[in-house]
């Protein structure tokens, strides 16, 4: 087999909500791989702090509470209304990570 090389960039968005509106515009589902990751000891129904939905941002603003149910959601709808050029979704990697705690 011919091995190639293969470049990496990685850009992290680290989950705030002020990063969804970027993706559409700025991410290309034809040559990317998304990964979406997620803290898998907090429980889904937990909702998420409102800094953490606010940051970015330097006005505080009335944003609604979401679980992290909602927020998980929010991101792969946001992914999966992408298409890439032949009309098919983009490929998406959802990891769920954890911290062993001493």
């Known amino acids: 087999a011919e091995l190639k090389n293969i470049f990496v960039n990685l850009v992290v ?4 909500l002020s990063y969804s509106v970027i993706h559409s515009n700025t991410f290309d589902p034809n040559k990317n791989v998304f990964l979406v990751l997620y803290n898998s000891q907090t429980p889904l129904d937990d909702v998420i702090p409102s ?3 606010q940051a970015g ?13 909602q927020h998980l959601s929010l991101w792969l709808s946001s992914l999966a209304a992408m298409r890439t050029e032949t009309g098919e979704l983009p490929i998406v990697v959802i990891v769920g990570t954890f911290a062993l705690r001493q």
């Open 13 to 16: 968005c680290g989950g705030h």
């Open 51 to 53: 800094e953490f939905c």
């Open 57 to 69: 941002h330097r006005e505080p603003q009335a944003l609604p509470t979401m679980t992290n149910r």
